[in-house]
């Protein structure tokens, strides 16, 4: 991993300058995945240093090979945008931007300035690990007609990311290994001898392991039964897909849940919005869930302190804990709404999992905005197995292997709504983001053939499953 040629005079100028920022630093860090790291990354700060900036885009384009032609340059969003700019002005190739959020309304175009079908575009990146932001920003522009086969990247951290690109046709060209990154500092006695070490064995004990195992091998370490159920029922059912059902009265969802209950693992309710709901809701639901083998995930979004989540789970029109297998809880309140679930769970005596809100789908969220709050969510979650299954959210990943991502705002072609969500298409979410259930509400319950379309869902969803766990596309 660590195997890396010498650097130029201008590549160390630049690893010191980027130390000097505090881009680069060393310590104790909580990542998004909820692992502590000796080592933290963040490049965002070199927009406020233009000399520091031209130095990266000079490096950056004399790290590419001769061969590498391109017509237009497009940077990852945020921090590789600078990077490309300033590489632009220095060499007057032209840019395309990708929007991070695609419009609701208007043109929905994901790619903005002159697009040219057929021209070929070199992706600029800051900071590589997985490979998985870079083919956020591949996938779209190859979806607009353009050909991307290289990357510049300013930093590769040597976890697996110019492996896993490759497989995808994209070749990485990176200005610095964080290997090399360590040598330097070590000989200009910047960092101490051990933390290099430290790091490195950091490094090496965690190699962007995606999780390419089959469901089924990772069930055997989930603590939560529901969770462990999930898992092995995905394989088994050969289904990742869960619906959103989305009805307002009991008719209707108990309709769609017997024409979608054989291609499904999870059936997402949202009792508060069936207008007619009884208990005979919910046995009818169960007799379905028990009958085609899906479970029941109540999305009623718990969000308050301990004391008053057990009366809303365990009672009220709903009496949610008693018949749902799946619930869900916002990390806001802090860990005594867990506490308070599992009081709820206990009382009931039944067998329910539960996933914390780590990330939403909906644009400008404060989950995905805020820098610290995914990895805050996903520390609180991982310290009670038993009750925690794993997440929403828009990628796989969080927590390791042993937690369960699903995503919802996943739509065949992508787009948004006009009040705020953001859709990615079924192959984004568990090929390239790496989440292991598909959550799909309007692309199902609104098609003419509901039945037909969650077929077609659950077919697309499989096929990136198992293209995952062959390695094909992370
Ligand atoms: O961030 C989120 C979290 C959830 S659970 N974004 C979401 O859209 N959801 C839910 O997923 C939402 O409440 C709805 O039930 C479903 C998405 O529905 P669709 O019609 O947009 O596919």
């Known amino acids: 991993m660590c195997s890396a040629g010498p650097l130029s005079a201008a590549h160390r100028a630049l690893v010191l300058q980027l130390a000097d920022v ?91 300035g002159a697009i040219k079908p057929g021209g070929v575009v070199l992706v600029v990146e800051d900071l590589v690990t997985s490979g998985g932001s870079v083919m956020e920003t591949v996938q779209p522009l190859r979806d607009a007609g353009c050909v991307v086969t290289d990357v510049a990247v300013l930093l590769d951290r040597q976890q697996g990311a110019v492996e896993r690109l ?65 898992l092995r029922l995905m394989d088994t059912k050969r289904t990742n897909l869960s619906v959103a059902a989305d009805v307002t009265t009991a008719a209707e969802l108990l309709r769609l849940a017997a024409a979608v209950g054989p291609h499904i693992a999870v059936l997402k309710t949202h009792a508060d919005t069936v207008s007619d709901w009884t208990d005979d809701t919910a046995t009818a639901l169960r007799l379905l869930a028990d009958e085609h083998d899906f479970l029941l995930f109540e999305d009623r979004k718990f969000a308050d302190i301990g004391n008053t989540v057990v009366a809303q789970a365990g009672g009220g029109l709903h009496k949610i804990v008693n018949w749902a297998d799946i619930i869900n809880a916002h990390a806001v309140p802090g860990p005594g709404i867990l506490s308070g679930l599992r009081v709820a769970v206990e009382s009931a005596g039944r067998s329910v999992g539960v996933l914390v809100l780590a990330q939403m789908s909906s644009a400008g969220n404060l989950a995905t ?79 003419d053939d509901p039945a037909a379309a969650a077929k077609e869902y659950r077919e697309a969803g499989w096929a990136a499953y198992e293209r995952r766990c062959r390695g094909d596309q992370l």
């Open 369 to 447: 905005a805020l820098p610290g709050y995914t990895p805050a969510a996903v520390a609180m979650a991982v310290t009670e197995p038993d009750l925690v299954f794993g997440f929403i959210a828009m990628e796989g990943g969080l927590g390791g292997e042993a937690c369960v991502s699903m995503t919802p705002g996943v739509k065949m072609g992508g787009g948004g709504d006009a009040l705020g969500q953001q859709y990615a298409t079924p192959d984004r979410v568990v090929g390239t983001a790496g989440s292991d259930v598909i959550i799909v509400g309007r692309g199902i319950y609104k098609a």
């Open 22 to 112: 505090e881009a680069i630093k060393f310590g104790s860090f909580t990542l998004k995945s909820g692992i502590q790291s000796p080592l933290y990354i963040d490049l965002r700060v070199t927009v406020s240093y233009p000399q520091l900036l031209s130095l990266i885009a000079s490096t950056l384009l004399a790290s590419l090979p001769q061969s590498v032609t391109y017509e237009a340059l497009c940077g990852v969003p945020y921090t590789a945008l600078p990077f490309a700019t300033a590489m632009s002005l220095d060499t007057k190739v032209p840019m395309l931007m990708r929007r991070k959020e695609v419009k609701a309304y208007g043109t929905k175009k994901s790619i903005e």
């Open 166 to 230: 490759a497989s995808d046709g994209v070749a990485v060209h990176a200005a610095l290994g964080v290997c090399q990154v360590l040598d330097v500092l070590v000989e200009e006695a910047r960092v101490d001898p051990a933390v290099a070490a430290d790091v490195r064995a950091f490094l090496a004990a965690n190699q962007a392991a995606p999780v390419t195992k089959t469901y089924t091998a990772r069930a055997a370490g989930v603590k939560n039964s529901v969770g462990a159920r999930l």
